[in-house]
């Protein structure tokens, strides 16, 4: 499974600064008798992240929204009053990638790689619509070889391609890290003139979910930290984060129902690295759903039906009440299931313990030589170093679970695969015995054990930096 997603650019031909291109949007929003709004009462809502240069405008709605068709439409109406142009780009599993550039004459389309079901592309291409936004020195000869190109991962071109028509590369990403003071960021929202939303159901899943978690988390210390993405975040003597967050599920588009999930975890501030500048969908290593969470840790009265209504909560595409109200069920379902289980989890030693138990796979130990697991790939969010912060001596065999947790827990085999309890066990053990032997490499070397604890100062230093400028107090 390769990538799936949308990027979309509006030019901004003048070069405008953000206030000056939203007063540009007058054309636009009296077309759709649109006004103003607060998040609250919006009807639409969309984001605009403006080019380091300004050239590009980078269109998205909210937070983790997924950008289908109707956003592509609203874009293109924008370019269209402003009198400009819309490059939209959707890639597909990484198997191809579809551009169309809009005008105020028309449309172009081009392929990279070959959609599903069809033969290679062989129209002519409307070079006369791409040559006007070339950078200089730059030639349609070139860009039409990125096209042409031979890519594993067909998203590839659009990173080539974004420096011939002047666009950023981290707007073009599938899930772009914007840094507040590398770009400027704002969010538009808006409603039909005449409409009184005030007082009714928000309209919009990010909108709700704001709503109704921030009313119930907020008593229990948690706060929604700065930027565009939708975390809930609690800190817990300068060393814990509980995090509460949602996604989308599905692929998104036009269809009558859409799903999601609400998503927790949690984090020290002892892990190589912490990120919550990008969305939900790309902490997925860490943050779990409360599917997962049930479970893993319900040992009596587990309810395989109950189990199956929460993998994921539905609503009907664009009915408020519908919104708010499956929001509010899965808001009764956190209070049910994640909750209780963050809340026992208030220092390092009890999320240490609860790891050993249920996620091995982030406590991997990395030693000196192996410059802590930084260089590794895929290893932000290991806990391993917990190890050496709690001086673990203790009792690894306490974390294989019994015969009845395994059953439970892990239905297809802890692996992902078919097997037995006995073979569970006996890689289980195998696990556990390398990393008491790994474990004990540092703490009985005075030098190691040294370096270890210095490299824990470092990552807290550096991840307490970060957490400040999301807002957090810590």
């Given at each position: 499974?390769?990538?799936?997603?949308?990027?979309?650019?509006?030019?901004?031909?003048?070069?405008?600064?953000?206030?000056?291109?939203?007063?540009?949007?007058?054309?636009?929003?009296?077309?759709?008798?649109?006004?103003?709004?607060?998040?609250?009462?919006?009807?639409?809502?969309f984001e605009l992240t403006f080019s380091k240069d300004r050239r590009w405008v980078s269109f998205c709605?909210?937070?983790?929204?997924?950008?289908?068709?109707?956003?592509?439409?609203?874009?293109?109406?924008?370019?269209?009053?402003?009198?400009?142009?819309?490059?939209?780009?959707?890639?597909?599993?990484?198997?191809?990638?579809?551009?169309?550039?809009?005008?105020?004459?028309?449309?172009?389309?081009?392929?990279?790689?070959?959609?599903?079901?069809?033969?290679?592309?062989?129209?002519?291409?409307?070079?006369?619509?791409?040559?006007?936004?070339?950078?200089?020195?730059?030639?349609?000869?070139?860009?039409?070889?990125?096209?042409?190109?031979?890519?594993?991962?067909?998203?590839?071109?659009?990173?080539?391609?974004?420096?011939?028509?002047?666009?950023?590369?981290?707007?073009?990403?599938?899930?772009?890290?914007?840094?507040?003071?590398?770009?400027?960021?704002?969010?538009?929202?808006?409603?039909?003139?005449?409409?009184?939303?005030?007082?009714?159901?928000?309209?919009?899943?990010?909108?709700?979910?704001?709503?109704?978690?921030?009313?119930?988390?907020?008593?229990?210390?948690?706060?929604?930290?700065?930027?565009?993405?939708?975390?809930?975040?609690?800190?817990?003597?300068g060393e814990i984060l509980h995090v509460i967050t949602y996604k989308n599920e599905g692929s998104g588009?036009?269809?009558?129902?859409?799903?999601?999930?609400?998503?927790?975890?949690?984090a020290t501030v002892y892990r190589q690295s912490i990120d919550l500048s990008i969305s939900p969908r790309?902490?997925?290593?860490?943050?779990?759903?409360?599917?997962?969470?049930?479970?893993?840790?319900?040992?009596?009265?587990?309810?395989?039906?109950?189990?199956?209504?929460?993998?994921?909560?539905?609503?009907?595409?664009?009915?408020?009440?519908?919104?708010?109200?499956?929001?509010?069920?899965?808001?009764?379902?956190?209070?049910?299931?994640?909750?209780?289980?963050?809340?026992?989890?208030?220092?390092?030693?009890?999320?240490?313990?609860?790891?050993?138990?249920?996620?091995?796979?982030?406590?991997?130990?990395?030693?000196?030589?192996?410059?802590?697991?930084?260089?590794?790939?895929?290893?932000?969010?290991?806990?391993?170093?917990?190890?050496?912060?709690?001086?673990?001596?203790?009792?690894?065999?306490?974390?294989?679970?019994?015969?009845?947790?395994?059953?439970?827990?892990?239905?297809?085999?802890?692996?992902?695969?078919?097997?037995?309890?006995?073979?569970?066990?006996?890689?289980?053990?195998?696990?556990?015995?390398?990393?008491?032997?790994?474990?004990?490499?540092?703490?009985?070397?005075?030098?190691?054990?040294?370096?270890?604890?210095?490299?824990?100062?470092?990552?807290?230093?550096?991840?307490?930096?970060?957490?400040?400028?999301?807002?957090?107090?810590?």
């Open positions: 499974m390769g990538m799936t997603f949308t990027t979309i650019q509006i030019q901004n031909r003048n070069q405008l600064k953000p206030e000056q291109f939203i007063k540009g949007l007058s054309t636009y929003m009296k077309a759709n008798n649109f006004v103003p709004a607060t998040e609250e009462d919006a009807e639409a809502s709605l909210p937070e983790n929204e997924y950008c289908g068709k109707e956003a592509i439409e609203t874009a293109q109406e924008i370019a269209k009053a402003i009198k400009s142009t819309c490059i939209t780009a959707d890639v597909i599993d990484s198997d191809f990638v579809e551009i169309n550039l809009f005008n105020e004459i028309g449309q172009d389309k081009v392929y990279v790689g070959t959609p599903y079901g069809m033969e290679p592309e062989t129209k002519q291409r409307n070079l006369d619509f791409w040559k006007p936004l070339l950078v200089e020195n730059y030639t349609l000869e070139q860009l039409q070889e990125i096209w042409n190109g031979d890519y594993i991962f067909k998203e590839e071109a659009l990173l080539k391609m974004a420096p011939l028509l002047g666009l950023d590369k981290e707007l073009m990403a599938e899930s772009p890290k914007i840094k507040p003071e590398d770009f400027d960021t704002l969010t538009l929202h808006l409603k039909k003139a005449g409409n009184k939303q005030k007082g009714k159901a928000p309209t919009t899943l990010n909108a709700a979910f704001k709503q109704v978690f921030g009313e119930a988390l907020a008593p229990l210390g948690y706060m929604k930290i700065k930027g565009k993405q939708p975390y809930f975040v609690r800190v817990i003597d588009g036009e269809s009558t129902y859409k799903e999601f999930n609400i998503l927790g975890g949690v790309d902490n997925t290593s860490w943050l779990d759903r409360n599917f997962k969470f049930y479970s893993e840790v319900t040992t009596s009265g587990f309810d395989p039906i109950f189990r199956k209504s929460i993998s994921t909560f539905s609503y009907t595409n664009g009915d408020s009440q519908s919104i708010l109200g499956e929001v509010k069920r899965s808001l009764k379902v956190t209070k049910q299931i994640m909750l209780p289980l963050l809340n026992k989890m208030t220092n390092y030693e009890s999320y240490l313990k609860y790891l050993r138990k249920y996620n091995l796979n982030r406590i991997v130990i990395y030693g000196d030589d192996e410059q802590f697991g930084n260089n590794s790939f895929g290893n932000s969010d290991n806990e391993g170093l917990l190890y050496v912060k709690a001086n673990y001596r203790g009792d690894f065999m306490e974390t294989i679970k019994s015969r009845e947790e395994y059953a439970i827990s892990c239905p297809y085999g802890f692996r992902g695969k078919s097997e037995s309890y006995e073979e569970y066990y006996e890689v289980f053990c195998k696990r556990l015995n390398e990393i008491r032997v790994k474990l004990d490499e540092i703490l009985d070397n005075p030098d190691k054990y040294a370096n270890a604890l210095a490299e824990l100062e470092r990552r807290k230093a550096a991840n307490t930096e970060i957490l400040r400028s999301y807002g957090l107090s810590i």
